[in-house]
């Protein structure tokens, strides 16, 4: 991953780290289910962006190389890497 996305990355994980702290400490308060709601769909928002941004990257650089490489067993092995990711998600 090139330097300004790992960047990137890293302070989004680090915000959403803060963020679940804060959803943690309103659920030991007792605070209001629907308000506590909100903020895990909050950070469940903010873990898919960071997800977004490692797939992008993932397709324009390794699957690029990949599917652009001579070795047919190489471009079926990143099709078949990208076809468990999807699926792994579909299981959660």
Known sequence: MEEGKRRKVVARLKSIEGHVRGVQRMVEEDVYCTDILKQTMAVQ????????????NHLHCCV?????????????????????????????
Not at 45 to 56: C, M
């Open 45 to 56: 928002a903010a873990i898919d962006k960071v997800n977004a941004i490692i797939l992008e």
């Open 64 to 92: 690029t190389t990949g599917i652009r490489g001579e070795g047919a067993g190489e471009r079926e092995r990143v099709i078949t890497e990208l076809l468990d990711v999807f699926e792994t998600q579909s299981k959660l």
